[in-house]
Every structure is written in C-alpha cells, then in structure tokens.
C-alpha cells in the first residue's frame, strides 16, 4: 500500500490550512504528524480518506485518485476528531451496527477489539453514560475492528488511561510488521516516543520530516 501526497494545498474562505504538501507514505511504517491544535492535522487526514477535497493537487492510493472517484478508499480504518456513536446504545451494539456496513466481522472479533482497548465485553452501560475516555477507547475499537489495511488516528491516547495507551502501542507495532500502513497525529510529541518510525511536523502550512527534536 502506498499513499502519494503531490502538492496538495488546502484553503477555507481564503485561509490557507495546508500550503503545497507533498509526501510518500508506504506499508509497514508508523508516521507521526506532531502539530499545535488547529493547524491542519485533521485536515489532513480528512483529505487521506477522501473526506475532504483538496483545493490545489492530488492524493493517490495504490495510484488511484478516490478523491477525483468521489468514494472513501477500502480497507481504511479511521479515528478523526471526537467519536460518534448512538448514546442510548452500549459499545458493543454500537461497533455491531457500524460491522454490518461491510459485515466481515462477527461477534467474536468485536469482543477481541473491545478486550484490546479494555471496555468489558457484556457491559450494558449505554455510550451516553461513557466518560471521554472510555468513548475514546470504542473510537480505537471501531478504527481497527475491521483488520485494515491502512489506519489514520487522529490523538487517538487522548484521555486514555495509560495502561490502556501502552497496550495499544505495542498491538499498533504489531500490525505495522504485518505491513499495515499507521498514521498517527497528535499535539503530544511524547505519544510518538519508541512507536514512530518517521516523525513530521505540522506548522505553518507546511508538513515536514523531523531529524531532530521536534520544538514544542
């Protein structure tokens, strides 16, 4: 799998959000996209899955334009911004009902994602009832449920307790050996700490790889 960013810009009323990006992304690699709040990273991995459209340039996966096709790329899995899910339903029905779209998975795979991100199999408690964390726990669930190939997590350790964090951390190193293709975007450069294979900085318009430290 491989993504090609080719001199993408981004605007929303005259405001540039991205300015002339371009960058490779390939299987078997975890990027990280540090960035201050509001400077483009959702964006960005909006205009990855065809959320959004660029203003200037072009993104292709495996060479193909699904921007241009108007049809969100397979075998994505994504966490961007703040979970939805229906509140008067438990976690558990909820990832059910979003696994019938495709229906590739069964029951026993939704217990398997939901033991991973430490939400008990059974729980009736309705996602109304949820804290930030445990509602960010079933946006993790619902990005990787599904086995995909590529997988975008937008501050996914956002108010995740850290046992959890760790856990997931080393379940994400274990699929990019299986050649998943991982971004990860935060505003927490420390998230990216031993999991990160490449880190770039978002800033000004512009993405750019990091060498070194990376400036708060």
């Given at each position: 799998m491989k993504i090609e960013v080719i001199d993408v810009t981004k605007e929303f009323k005259n405001e540039t959000i991205l300015d002339s990006v371009s960058l490779n992304f390939e299987s078997g690699k975890i990027y990280g996209l540090v960035g201050k709040n509001g400077c483009g990273k959702s964006v960005f991995l909006k205009m990855l899955c065809a959320l959004y459209y660029p203003?200037?340039?072009?993104?292709?996966?495996?060479g193909v334009d699904y921007i241009a096709k108007k049809s969100f790329p397979p075998k994505f899995g994504v966490?961007?911004?703040?979970?939805?899910?229906?509140?008067?339903?438990?976690?558990?029905?909820?990832l059910k009902l979003l696994a019938k779209i495709q229906n590739i998975i069964d029951d026993s795979q939704?217990?398997?994602?939901?033991?991973?991100?430490n939400l008990k199999f059974g729980d009736k408690k309705k996602v109304g009832k949820y804290s930030l964390g445990m509602k960010q726990k079933l946006g993790i669930a619902q990005a990787l449920m599904e086995d995909p190939d590529v997988i975008l997590l937008d501050e996914p350790f956002n108010s995740v307790d850290e046992d959890t964090t760790e856990k997931l951390k080393k379940y994400l190193i274990d699929l990019k050996k299986q050649g998943k293709l991982?971004?990860?975007v935060t505003h927490i450069k420390?998230?990216?700490?031993n999991i990160a294979d490449e880190i770039y900085k978002v800033s000004n318009g512009k993405?750019?790889?990091?060498?070194?430290?990376?400036?708060?």
């Open positions: 203003t200037k340039g072009k993104i292709l996966i495996d966490l961007i911004e703040e979970p939805a899910f229906i509140s008067d339903m438990n976690g558990f029905d909820n939704i217990k398997k994602i939901l033991e991973l991100v991982i971004i990860i420390d998230d990216l700490e993405i750019l790889r990091q060498t070194d430290n990376i400036d708060d």
